[in-house]
């Protein structure tokens, strides 16, 4: 759980500046990871759509806050 937002907002602007990938090396990090979760047996997932029915309620439950929050 994140307790602190601005100290980890902070951490990641700080990161990014100090650590700046090529797209050729962000694409290489990438097939990295996707060979280690190849290797793990959880890539590529069985069923794709596994769990889409959370992530969809999840979604519209934070679009409509979002839009009930903001001023319009």
Not at 10 to 19: D, G, M, P, V, W
Not at 40 to 58: E, H, Q
Request: proline share 6%; hydrophobic share 45%.
């Amino acid at each position: 759980m994140i307790r602190d937002a601005r100290a980890l907002e902070e951490f990641e602007r700080r990161f990014l500046q100090e650590h700046r990938l090529t797209h050729r090396q962000a694409l290489a990090l990438l097939d990295g990871l996707w060979a280690e979760g190849r290797a793990l047996g959880v890539l590529p997932p069985r069923d794709p759509l596994a769990g889409i029915d959370v992530d969809i309620r999840v979604a519209a439950t934070l679009n409509s806050c979002s839009r009930k929050s903001s001023p319009a």
